[in-house]
């Protein structure tokens, strides 16, 4: 595999990881984060500034409390209903003043966008704006550019990494930020406060990243 | 914070003196040797003697273990540099003051070119600190721009009274963290008081003479100067004059400037860093006309300065108690004009100036001010916190009538005098609830502007408040 694949296996990863991490919890998908996270530090991740968050988050697994306990914040913080939830995992939330129908029209928007970008239909079962669904998103056109790669179609993996800038600068970067607030007030210290700082870390760098590899090639 | 010290020790000459460093074999070849030698300390010094040491493979090991490379402060010696323990105790000083960084301030840099061959493998990206902007401190949402108008890059945009800043095309110099009123914008490998820490750590007592050179980051080469200690800034075109006077306050015998060619700086910031150093000369002159400081080709030296106490001296807004400390043993008040001046004066022409208090609702530090009382309206001006960025200006409507003035200067008498009146006139009064409406100078003004046909809509927006109209 080349080194432009890996690196974009392993991003697909990231973004897979962290979109498992944020759906309700259970002892099985717990286990497949702690099996998962020193296979994906393996993977060079020290090159990359977001690793200290990784890192952080790591020190949380094997989860020092119970399923059951992790069950109650995760519904605590993101899952009572929007009007409930602390921090509701939803851009459409963050986004759109006053809420309502123009939250309904956000996600149409935002699913002509997921199908101008190949993806017809996305089936985690969440909302189209879903943080998991976002970075599943994410994980998938990795995923692309990594077989795009693998088969030296160069052209073809730039634009699928033009394709990843343009959907983190459109969305992931501007309510990320926004939800990390939020979770950090909402529960300062523990599983869910480092796991949000680490998926933020990782969509702001992953922007910057991405832009300075388009850029580099803009100028050669 | 604790603070690990780590010396490449292929260079028997570099010597760390009483610094309780550890000494790597070929640290700057192999930079993963220092996950072997890990300390667990939170922040890090690592010094190397080879220009050519792999800043992004360091960058990359102090993840490995846990500390933030953003705050990691990496000397590079030249060859035969000596005993470096006084350099090496500055930086742990600095190191120790970082307060750690966000996301948002880590900038990856590749080679400015992608070729065929860098296509093979992706590059060991470095990482530089970039600024950040608080939109909590921010005062564009009053009309504040500073940092749009310092920028050599063009990374900032105003829109609709916020900053938008793009990290993409910014190459971080600082001028914005220095140029911000507010003092929203910080950078967090150049913190204020991390540049505290260093240079009381390089001062130390005042019994060994030390002069502070401030030096750009992009130096390649750095050649030492006996008695000079180097600290590192994005771009010594960052650099205000009063930091220059700040340092010396705080007992450096000297300052200096070393911009990173002598070819001129490529983000044409070379003025700024030659007039901040003017400015620190020519305020050492007013003290005593000259007689106990010198300006060379390396730098201003003093002699029998008084070290002072300052708070915080390289945070915004810290200029007034800087050049007062430098002025309290001056002969006389002093007066000094000066474009490289921190501080400024606002000046009203009463023909010109409707009132309207556009500047004083713009004025990110609140230097400006207005206020109601009765039938009066009044702008008032406080010197000490006025920062000479000119957003006043850029607001007036009347500017090109000369309505508003701002002069660089330095002025003990007006600054020990506090806040003082600028100019009050007649403000008009809802006649139905009795808040205030407008001036009553602007009101004529626009009468003025909109001509005779408006003269019925004027009675009326004169009259009443924009509560009160529709009733």
């Not at chain 2, 460093?21 to 070929?26: G, K, L």
């Not at chain 2, 933030?68 to 742990?92: F, N, T, Y």
């Not at chain 2, 003093?302 to 800087?322: C, E, H, M, N, W």
Request: charged share 25%; hydrophobic share 40%; net charge negative.
């Amino acid at each position: 595999m080349t080194e432009w694949a890996e690196v974009a296996q392993t991003r697909q990863g990231l973004y897979r990881f962290f979109g498992e991490a944020l759906l309700p919890p259970s002892k099985e998908r717990l286990d497949l984060l702690e099996q998962a996270y020193p296979v994906l530090l393996e993977r060079d991740l020290d090159r990359y500034a977001f690793s200290l968050e990784f890192r952080k988050f790591g020190k949380h697994l094997p989860v020092d409390t119970s399923a059951t306990a992790l069950e109650v914040e995760y519904v605590r913080l993101f899952a009572s209903g929007m009007s409930k939830a602390l921090s509701p995992p939803v851009e459409s939330y963050y986004r759109v003043p006053g809420k309502g129908g123009g939250m309904a029209e956000f996600v149409a928007d935002l699913q002509r966008e997921y199908r101008s970008m190949g993806i017809i239909s996305v089936g985690v079962g969440e909302s189209p704006d879903h943080i998991t669904t976002e970075l599943e998103v994410m994980s998938f056109l990795c995923a692309a550019e990594s077989r795009a790669w693998e088969e030296a179609n160069d052209a073809q993996a730039f634009d699928l990494l033009a394709k990843q800038r343009n959907f983190l600068r459109r969305h992931l970067v501007v309510w990320i930020p926004l939800l990390r607030r939020r979770v950090g007030r909402a529960s300062p210290v523990g599983f869910y406060a480092t796991l949000v700082d680490a998926v933020h870390s990782m969509v702001v760098h992953d922007k910057d990243y991405v832009s300075s590899v388009l850029r580099g090639r803009e100028s050669s | 914070m604790s603070v690990g010290i780590y010396v490449c020790a292929d260079d028997p000459t570099i010597e760390s003196g009483s610094v309780d460093a550890i000494r790597i074999e070929s640290l700057c070849r192999h930079p993963d040797r220092l996950r072997e030698h890990a300390t667990g300390a939170d922040r890090a010094v690592v010094v190397l003697h080879e220009a050519s040491a792999d800043k992004a493979a360091v960058q990359k090991v102090l993840r490995s273990i846990d500390i933030d490379p953003l705050g990691a402060q990496i000397l590079e010696v030249p060859d035969d540099a000596g005993d470096v323990s006084r350099l090496i105790g500055g930086l742990a000083a600095r190191a120790a003051a970082f307060l750690g960084s966000d996301p948002e301030n880590a900038k990856p840099v590749f080679p400015r070119t992608m070729t065929r061959r860098a296509l093979l493998r992706p590059p060991l990206p470095e990482y530089l600190a970039a600024p950040s902007v608080d939109p909590d401190v921010c005062e564009a949402a009053n009309g504040c721009r500073a940092c749009v108008d310092v920028c050599p890059q063009e990374a900032y945009r105003w829109q609709a009274g916020r900053i938008y800043y793009n990290k993409d095309i910014c190459e971080p110099c600082g001028r914005c963290v220095t140029a911000c009123p507010a003092g929203a914008i910080t950078n967090p490998a150049v913190a204020p008081a991390m540049l505290e820490a260093q240079i009381h750590a390089l001062v130390g007592d005042g019994s060994e003479r030390a002069n502070i050179r401030f030096v750009c980051s992009r130096r390649l080469l750095r050649t030492p100067v006996d008695g000079w200690y180097d600290v590192e800034v994005p771009c010594t075109g960052m650099v205000p004059g009063v930091w220059l006077v700040a340092t010396l306050l705080l007992g450096a015998g000297g300052v200096a400037i070393v911009p990173c060619s002598e070819s001129g700086c490529p983000l044409g910031l070379d003025n700024s860093a030659r007039q901040a150093l003017d400015f620190a000369y020519q305020a050492l002159e007013e003290v005593d006309g000259g007689k106990n400081s010198t300006l060379d080709d390396v730098g201003i030296r003093v002699a029998g300065l008084k070290r002072r106490d300052l708070v915080d001296p390289f945070s915004t807004g810290q200029a007034a108690q800087i050049m007062l400390s430098l002025f309290e043993t001056a002969e006389k008040e002093t007066v000094l004009s000066h474009p490289g001046s921190n501080l400024g004066v606002v000046s009203i022409d009463p023909e010109a100036c409707t009132l309207c208090t556009q500047c004083s609702q713009t004025c990110p530090t609140g230097a400006l001010g207005h206020g109601y009382e009765g039938e009066t309206v009044s702008l008032t001006f406080d010197p000490t916190l006025c920062v000479n960025c000119g957003q006043c200006l850029l607001v007036c409507p009347e500017r090109d009538a000369g309505a508003i003035r701002l002069e660089a200067r330095v002025d003990t008498v007006l600054l020990k005098s506090g806040r003082r009146p600028l100019y009050e006139g007649t403000v008009l009064r809802c006649e139905r609830c009795g808040k205030p409406i407008a001036p009553l100078k602007m009101m004529d003004r626009i009468g003025d502007l909109l001509g005779e046909e408006f003269t019925g809509a004027m009675k009326h927006l004169t009259s009443r408040c924009v509560d009160c109209r529709g009733l």
